[in-house]
């Protein structure tokens, strides 16, 4: 025997086995049909991208945290740890072509070199829903409207999850009136992007080193506390054409979503649990010079990037580790060798007629092979034995109820 | 606006655009389905693998293929080349719990440094299918039948391809016989494997070097024209079988398969298109060392790779590039802003229904929006005007038949 290595995945890497496969799929499913429900494209590329593509679009901690390396002609490539870089490439590469606007949506595995603190991990899945080339709010209902309707067909409503809209546009107005000139404004957001993360006293010293004086500090800090979005039109009509299209109950304005990241320009949101007690969930916004950073034609644009771990926590918690199991399949087996023929006679027969079909592969006591089917989830199960095959008749057995039913073999 | 970049994916990777994305889709969904019929159950894992466990299972070339490289704590990380060695690992580390056999299946996208030639790429997704802990012929059975499966269910059948039957162990008796000794065969399986892909008299060069006399060489080459498998009484029961199961007419005995990997022990196949256009759409065999090459127990294992590249290549030339399309889903537009807010809510009202809605995000003529809807795929299409929001009626037209029903608002 060769030399023992070892047997678990590379630090921070994740291993699916079957009964992690069974709630990713449920997820991902999710993610996809909410995505065609709304009219969205799947489109993908590769995990693998130019380190120059993602280091361009990336701010400086990004940058540092991308997992790169050279190919064997010296080519500088990277692990994505987004997919909008890709999606802005994509996009730039056939401009001329394309028709605006585009609703495109894709499942990427994105990477990110962190320091590994509990549950946080290397590698996720991150559902991507976009529409580029659509000024219209329109554009903001329809991918926040995809991202709540899949955690409606998870199993979630409005009671397990909000979305908290903002609007940078609105903010800025909010600190101008204030009378902190627009320059400073990209400070006050990063600043104000720390809040809950770290102390009031803290956010205030961000906020003198932008620039800020006492007074504009304190200013700040008041409209932090604006509970209306009466006086932006913008946010009005997201939530008036969102009780149109049926999820308003899903979403709150809350003027302290920020988003880290400096290229949002309109509405922003993010998702979180009703009970704080998850990350969040997804997160998004209008963002407008997506591709002009790379050397493309300008264009607006509205995204979100929805990760798969938080999400697959929450759901856990809230519908039980069993949810995602669902009965379902035939099982199929036989007593003794002689009955094999038949069997698999029966299970090519079931297949045809659209069953999942789990055919045991040797001969069993009924015994173990109904505790097997019993435990591999399968709604009904049959078993051959020497009877059954002679008589040309096998009883289904609906492994719920214990009902059995003749069938013909 | 920034400087340029290229807008290229890094050389030998694949970028998906939405017509892309329905080839692509179409084969995994048929994976996926035929995965499922039979009883398979999915796993995954990271495509970033340790680079000892890739190295440890691949031969010398694969071993130079691998991208490899450093992560930040010096870790040896690599993008797998292959999925095996990664399922010889999760398996290893449950070998305790998990209960065998196994049906496991995934699809994988993996890498592979290659010298760019026309039409390879340095990264691809390939299917797997395998079962493990199961020495009988019924588990060729099922990962052969599922292989099959998938290929009728993407519209192909067997006057399309053929799958290419042989058995290690049948041509190692058979060179016994001659008098070759078996420890000369991983030679003579390593010469016969190039045959095809160079002259004969190379062959001859290499079955030399590996130690055959000029009479082993005639025998050898006498019995890669062996024509009959009944003296193999494994492949008259993999026949038999597939009789049963019903896919007999897909298969097809052929002696010169060997496969390159030196690991297969027992049935090996390849599926060929019956035109002989393509390359191999899939392969694969019976397995005894997965286990032990990395220091788990010893298991027996049967299974296959089957690449998304050759055979979206194959149904495109054998059902036309327009194959994939399918029209589905609802187009629905509206004349002038007036009547947004009466096709927001159209368009929640028909999803909520479980349709597939593409919403238009903006007023247009109605020319330009059945243009648009005819050209997006979609099935139906409903354009409100100023009228049918007055009456609450609209006209929901057929894009196939131009039919008109009416619906109300």
Known sequence: MAEKISF????????FYPEDMVWRNKVFDAFRAAGEAAGFEPYDSCVVESYELL??????EVGEQIYHFFDKSERHIALRAEMTPTLARMVAQRQAELKFPLKW?????CFRYERMTKGRKREHYQWNV??????????????????????????????????????RKF????????????????QVFLALDKRG????TEIAVMLKDGGLNDAEVAATFAIMDTKSYEECPELKELFRLAEIAGFADCLMFDISVIRGLSYYTGIVFECFDTAGEFRAIFGGGRYDNLLTTIGGQPTSAVGLGFGDVVVTELLKSRLGTDAAKVKKGVAVGFMFPEQRDAALKLAATLRKAGEKVNLSLKSQKPKK?????????????????PDDVEKGVAKLKNMETREEVEIKL
Do not use: N, W, Y
């Open 8 to 15: 678990e995945a590379p630090r921070g890497m994740r291993d």
């Open 130 to 167: 976009d529409i580029i080339g659509e000024d219209s709010i329109l554009a903001e209902v329809e991918v926040i409207g995809a991202a709540c309707d899949a955690l409606r067909r998870m199993g979630l409503d409005s009671k397990d999850f909000k979305v908290h809209v903002s609007s």
């Open 197 to 200: 993360k770290m102390p009031d």
């Open 105 to 109: 949506t894709t499942i990427a595995q």
């Open 171 to 186: 903010l800025g107005e909010l600190l101008e009136k204030s009378g902190i000139a627009a320059e400073k404004h990209a």
């Open 369 to 385: 092979f109904f505790g097997a089917a019993d435990s591999s989830g399968a709604s009904s199960a049959v078993f051959l034995g």
């Open 55 to 60: 280091a361009r679009k990336a701010g400086e």
